[in-house]
């Protein structure tokens, strides 16, 4: 009755239409009752009837299979007892394996959320020849790919834009390392992004065995750009901290000598002619230690890290006055010092010396860099949507070296 009723083999029994008992209490004559379907206790009554087309024999007896082989119409067929139990056992692994199936949609649906819906990191599934055999949602959406663009390629080809594998102790492949030791890896990577952007990456790789075999692995990556970009401000904090306990305290030591050599320079000229052919050199020595105590002065003003006086300031104002002050430095250099300025700019609250040594610094930098006869260009722009101000210095001087870019930072660092 279950059998055919659970439509294992619709093909071979289309309908139940009678079932013969000599018991009353029989399991399966209650349920045929139960469904309505013709019942008995004896099976010769089947053999008057013209809708049937197929016996089972169930009762294990050869005897009762050989007397219904015997009375039955030619056009009816019958299987034994043991045929039925075969029929039985394929319809019992044919039910596993639909359990089965089911179990592993039931998995692997548990597998869809924890990888795309839990877990917020970057997560793939690697084989051992670095095929990619599954990636989260989260991990295409920032490479811009989709689920079939991404399966079978190799994983440092979408990570990494290069067709061989991580190698060498800066850079070392993870996979290779849980392959070797059989046990979980970590290690840190830069990937990039559709954009070709670096990111970095703590990566923890996590072995897949099958028959104690590792076949691929596990990996999840976690976007640590942000930790290592605060790591590097508080390690610029630090050494700018340094740097200003040791300027203040070379600025005092020096400050001293300065005051003397200035005094004893300008009390010798005063008393000597103006036409005496030291006076120049004594007014020139008085020059540069002004120069020097301006620099004492910018040291001690650094290791104080005063407190910006903010007032209300006009941008294109604060940018004009400073071109104006480096327009005579640049002019000896035959560089052209170019402006232009958003009309709609409106003022901000902040110290107006500070913006104007920040952008004095800059400029001069770009004079400095920009051959005869280059160009210096100071824009303002302003985005009333974001409710942001630009200054965009550009020249037409050479680039930074690349490795040079993280240190223009760094104070008194200079190329």
Request: glycine share 4%.
């Amino acid at each position: 009755m279950d059998l055919i009723e659970n439509h294992k083999f619709q093909e071979i029994f289309p309908r139940i239409i009678a079932v013969a008992d000599e018991r009353d209490d029989a399991p399966g004559l209650l349920k045929a009752k139960e469904k309505g379907l013709f019942v008995t206790n004896d099976y010769n009554v089947f053999f008057e009837r013209n809708d049937i087309n197929l016996i089972m024999e169930l009762t294990g007896h050869q005897n009762v299979y050989n007397d219904i082989l015997m009375k039955k119409k030619k056009t009816v067929r019958a299987i034994d007892h043991n045929t039925s139990l075969l029929f039985w056992e394929i319809s019992r692994v044919s039910s596993m394996q639909q359990k089965t199936r089911e179990e592993l949609r039931e998995k692997r649906a548990l597998c869809d959320v924890v990888m795309n819906d839990l877990i917020q990191e970057d997560i793939m599934i690697i084989g051992s020849n670095y095929h990619i055999l599954d990636i989260n949602d989260s991990m295409l959406r920032r490479l811009g790919l989709k689920l079939e663009d991404a399966l079978g390629r190799y994983c440092y080809e979408i990570t990494h834009h290069q067709e061989f594998p991580c190698s060498g102790e800066n850079h070392p492949c993870p996979l290779v390392q849980t392959l070797e030791t059989l046990e979980a890896s970590q290690t840190t990577h830069i990937h990039l992004d559709q954009d070709k952007n670096e990111i970095y990456y703590s990566i923890s790789c996590y072995p897949l065995f099958e028959d104690d075999k590792v076949i691929g692995a596990l990996e999840i990556s976690k976007d640590i750009s942000e930790d290592i970009r605060m790591q590097k401000i508080m390690m610029q904090q630090e050494k700018l901290a340094s740097i200003g306990r040791l300027s203040a305290g070379v600025a005092h030591e020096i400050n001293n000598p300065l005051t003397t050599i200035l005094t004893t320079a300008m009390l010798i000229q005063e008393e000597m002619d103006a036409d005496d052919p030291d006076y120049e050199e004594l007014g020139l020595i008085a020059n540069e230690t002004l120069r020097c105590r301006k620099i004492v002065s910018n040291l001690l003003d650094f290791a104080r890290q005063t407190k910006p006086e903010k007032k209300q300031n006009d941008v294109n104002q604060m940018v004009m006055e400073s071109i104006l002050l480096v327009k005579k430095q640049a002019a000896f250099n035959d560089v052209a010092v170019e402006h232009s300025f958003s009309e709609d700019m409106p003022t901000i609250c902040a110290d107006k010396g500070q913006i104007q040594q920040a952008l004095i610094n800059l400029i001069l930098n770009s004079v400095e860099a920009t051959p005869p006869g280059g160009k210096v260009t100071v824009p303002t722009v302003f985005s009333p949507k974001s409710r942001g101000i630009e200054i965009v210095e550009s020249d037409t001087g050479e680039d930074i070296d690349q490795e040079k870019v993280d240190k223009i930072f760094d104070p008194l660092f200079t190329t």
